[in-house]
C-alpha cells in the first residue's frame, strides 16, 4: 500500500508565495515520476506540473516562470514552490505518484488527499 501526503496549504495574498510538500510512503520500488495536479470549483483537474525520472520536468503555461517542481529521491518527495501567486490559482492542490508498487506487483498512479491554496486579499 502507498500513501501520499501533502502539506503547505492555505490562505495567501496575491502576490504571495507558497510551498507545498508531498511525500510517498510504503510499499514503493520505484518512482517514475511525481507531480502536482489542481482543481478549482467547477473545474475539471488540470496538470500544474510534473517532475519525470531521469528526464526532467514539464509545466502548464499558466504557471511557467512562477512555479518550480523539484524532487527529493532520498526521501520519496515532490515540492512545489508558488511565486507571484495570483487569484486565478485558487484550487485544491493534489500529488501524483507514478510508481512500481512492490506489494501489487506492478505499476500503478497514486493520489493524495488533496490540499486548498486560496490566493485572496
Known amino acids: 500500500q502507498v500513501q501520499l501526503v501533502e502539506s503547505g496549504g492555505g490562505l495567501v495574498q496575491p502576490g504571495g508565495s507558497l510551498r507545498l510538500s508531498c511525500v510517498a510512503s510504503?510499499?514503493?520500488?520505484?518512482?517514475?515520476?511525481m507531480g502536482w495536479y489542481r482543481q478549482a470549483p467547477g473545474k475539471q483537474r488540470e496538470l500544474v506540473a510534473t517532475?519525470?525520472?531521469?528526464?526532467?520536468?514539464n509545466y502548464a503555461d499558466s504557471v511557467k516562470g512562477r512555479f518550480t517542481i523539484s524532487r527529493d529521491n532520498a526521501k520519496n518527495t515532490v515540492y512545489l514552490q508558488m511565486n507571484s501567486l495570483k487569484p486565478e490559482d485558487t484550487a485544491v492542490y493534489y500529488c501524483?505518484?507514478?510508481?512500481?508498487?512492490?506489494?501489487?506487483?506492478?505499476?500503478?498512479?497514486?493520489w493524495g488527499q488533496g490540499t486548498q491554496v486560496t490566493v485572496s486579499s
Open positions: 501524483n505518484a507514478d510508481l512500481d508498487d512492490y506489494e501489487l506487483g506492478y505499476r500503478n498512479d497514486y
Open positions: 510504503g510499499s514503493i520500488f520505484s518512482i517514475y515520476a
Open positions: 517532475a519525470i525520472s531521469n528526464v526532467g520536468t
